[in-house]
């Protein structure tokens, strides 16, 4: 286990985020019914912030590429045996997991607002256990890359083990890593699966702005209520920042970790600590931007949790309990007319 600076940091931002995730799912389920809010959205993506906060405060994780090596060590409290390297695959497996759940919510309004026809059909059982499929599927594929191009094999350690040991000053025969080798030993079936999974990824985002991009254009000719289509758009915004979140603080460093593989490069101190900092940023900046895209929801939170002054957040109430229940003149004016 390594203990300096950079792992306080990671305690710090990890442990915040835990901490306001948990707060934004207690709020959630104490919040108005009326309030607009996606129904699956904020408890599924704080649930998984707070299990991918977890496993990166348990296990710490580094990578290293180093002469056409990638190899990806466990350097926290969990750093040892089929323990860490459980964790290690269970980090790498929550990289898919926010694209794919964010996919799916982009492909749910897609059809709710645009394919109302097919909407019907992935109501029905049927349609439910089509789109399972297809994701157990894309599951599925990401686990075998992690299986068939992580998983280490001896001479992977034998080949990395003094470089790795002078860059971070980890041993990894005593320590769980997962890893690959361009030279001497890439295998083929390392190289379609490497491939594949950045395709995979390339595939749901651009799936997700395609969609984005459809839902824009029908709530332009759409004849829904000028409200209602605010609320769309504001959560259409809220999309596509949160794809964006992935696709920048994960996705991006990792991918340029694996072309720096590719070409032989060896990744600096610095680069190594600063991809792990976009890494730890990801969890605490995700519900960051929920609450700026959903205002309601920012006004409560910040009501409940006693940081906002209670004055903003009772008109809002108020404003919203005006459209509904009429007011006391209302009533009285109904019963002369009567």
């Not at 002469?67 to 926290?76: E, P, S």
């Not at 109302?116 to 599927?137: D, H, P, R």
């Not at 790795?164 to 361009?182: H, P, Y």
């Amino acid at each position: 286990m390594i203990i300096d600076s950079y792992y306080f940091v990671t305690i710090l931002l990890l442990s915040s985020s835990i901490l306001i995730n948990s707060l934004l799912l207690l709020v959630y389920f104490l919040r108005p019914l009326k309030m607009n809010t996606s129904k699956y959205f904020i408890p599924i993506t704080a649930i998984q912030n707070i299990a991918y906060s977890l496993f990166i405060l348990l296990g710490s994780p580094r990578i290293v590429a180093w002469n056409y090596c990638f190899v990806l060590t466990a350097t926290g409290p969990m750093n040892t045996g089929t323990s860490g390297v459980t964790l290690l695959a269970l980090v790498v497996v929550s990289f898919i997991f926010h694209i794919l759940i964010l996919a799916n919510i982009f492909f749910y309004r897609y059809l709710q607002l645009c394919r109302s026809k097919y909407f019907v059909f992935y109501s029905t059982k049927k349609g439910f256990l089509s789109l399972l499929a297809m994701n157990l599927l894309i599951t599925f594929n990401w686990a075998c890359y992690i299986y068939f191009c992580l998983f280490p094999y001896d001479e992977v350690e034998t080949y990395v083990r003094e470089p790795v040991r002078n860059i971070i000053g980890m041993d990894l025969s005593e320590t769980a890593f997962l890893g690959f080798c361009v030279k001497p030993t890439l295998r083929w079936n390392q190289l379609i699966f490497i491939v594949d999974s950045m395709v995979t990824v390339l595939l749901l985002t651009n799936a997700g702005i395609y969609w984005s991009i459809k839902i824009n254009i029908t709530l332009r000719k759409s004849s829904l209520s000028v409200q209602t289509k605010a609320m769309h758009r504001q959560m259409n915004s809220l999309l596509v920042m949160q794809t964006v979140c992935p696709i920048l603080f994960l996705h991006l460093p990792s991918t340029l970790q694996h072309c720096m593989t590719f070409f032989g490069m060896t990744s600096s101190l610095a680069f190594i600590y600063g991809t792990h900092i976009l890494w730890n940023f990801f969890p605490l900046f995700s519900p960051l931007i929920t609450m700026i895209f959903l205002k309601e929801y920012r006004y409560w939170f910040l009501k409940k949790v006693g940081v906002k002054s209670n004055s903003r957040v009772l008109i809002m109430e108020v404003a919203t309990t005006t459209r509904i229940i009429p007011t006391t003149a209302q009533i009285s004016s109904r019963s002369r007319s009567l």
